[in-house]
């Protein structure tokens, strides 16, 4: 691996900002997803719960509808030059098989892993090293959700004349997709694919498939990992207890979630800089919130904003889904 990587970051994550987001979830009691995977700790901590729950890395029958995605995407090529953007690409791993497929089939790809953390996009720059020239990566820091000048980001990024393929892995659940499916739809070109998974409900009963997941993120893994966001801070472990639940969406959309709530026990301050933010007995911060979808309601959320789905791959087990879809 070359001893210097070149990362565009965006305003979205210069410190001021990353700053006033923090007190923002600390104020609201609602805890943005991004503090959970800030730190060199923290990243490794999810990508080895990814790997130990995820299935996209247990179950091959999943990873093969990741793979069979692909396949399609890559049929669905016209240019010999690709530009995969991974928004929120995590270790990169699926964008790796991806790109990996592209060259395969006589391609020139390029490739942008996006994350909110710098340590995330350089995980996943070193995976797609293997598989493509490291010149043809350009990796990007920014905040999906805050931002709104995505489309001018990655239009400064110096990749021309190819072809766009958008992913966007196991990012639903953790967005309200009020928030992040305009977005989505404003970035998507005529001439672009997107790739798009989603975790599922798996069963006939919505309620009851979501109930049935539960022990995916209740579990030691998970809770080390959303309590060191609290502990970093200076909360400790016996300040309160941390439970998980499945809720409806707030939102009223009929969607439903796994939720995870840190409930106080005793009084506790926690300082960033010159703030300071009290925390009483009785009181709950929510840490973390997962989506579950069934593949009709992610077909509907992604018609309401415009985006047609070519076609779809579920893993057998019902639990994960991958939508390719354009506009
Ligand atoms: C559940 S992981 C999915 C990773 C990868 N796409 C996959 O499927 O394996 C969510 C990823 O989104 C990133 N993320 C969280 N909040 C974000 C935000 N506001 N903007 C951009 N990325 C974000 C996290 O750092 C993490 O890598």
Redesign the pocket.
Same mark, same amino acid.
């Given at each position: 691996m070359p001893p210097l990587a070149r990362v565009t970051i965006h305003a979205s994550q210069f410190p001021q900002n990353v700053r006033r987001d923090l007190l923002e979830s600390l104020r609201t009691r609602q805890v %943005?997803? &991004?503090f959970?995977?800030d730190s060199v700790k923290q990243?490794g901590q999810?990508l080895a719960l990814?790997q130990a729950f995820?299935p /996209?890395r247990t179950d091959p029958d999943c990873a093969a509808a990741y793979d069979r995605s692909f396949a399609a995407a890559a049929s669905r090529l016209r240019s010999r030059r690709v530009h995969v953007i991974?928004? =929120?690409? $995590? $270790?990169?791993? &699926? *964008?790796t098989r991806l790109l990996k497929m592209l060259q395969a089939a006589d391609r020139t790809a390029f490739y942008t892993p996006? *994350?909110?953390?710098t340590a995330?996009v350089l995980v996943a720059q070193q995976a797609a090293g293997a598989v493509i020239p490291w010149e043809h990566c350009s990796p990007l820091v920014?905040?999906? $959700?805050?931002m709104d000048d995505l489309p001018a980001a990655l239009g400064a990024l110096p990749v021309d004349n190819a072809t766009r393929v958008i992913? !966007?892995? =196991?990012?639903i659940? %953790? !967005?309200e997709p009020q928030v992040i499916m305009p977005k989505l739809a404003a970035l998507l070109r005529p001439m672009d694919l997107l790739l798009f /998974?989603a975790n599922l409900a798996p069963g006939a009963d919505y309620a009851t498939g979501v109930q049935s997941i539960l022990p995916l993120y209740d579990n030691a893994l998970t809770r080390e990992w959303l309590m060191t966001f609290l502990l970093d801070l200076g909360v400790a472990s016996g300040d309160g207890d941390l439970s998980f639940c499945v809720e409806d969406d707030p939102a009223g959309n009929g969607l439903k979630r796994v939720a995870a709530y840190f409930c106080f026990l005793r009084s506790r301050a926690i300082h960033v800089d010159d703030d300071c933010l009290e925390f009483r007995p009785g009181e709950r911060i929510r840490l973390f919130f997962s989506y579950r979808h069934t593949p009709e309601l992610v077909r509907a959320m992604l018609g309401r904003h415009g985006i047609e789905v070519h076609g779809q791959w579920l893993a057998a087990s019902g639990q994960e889904g991958v939508f390719l879809a354009g506009r």
């Open positions: %943005n997803h &991004k959970h995977y990243t999810w990814h995820s /996209s991974g928004l =929120g690409c $995590g $270790g990169g791993q &699926k *964008d996006s *994350d909110v953390s995330m920014c905040d999906l $959700g805050s992913t !966007f892995f =196991g990012m659940p %953790n !967005f /998974s």
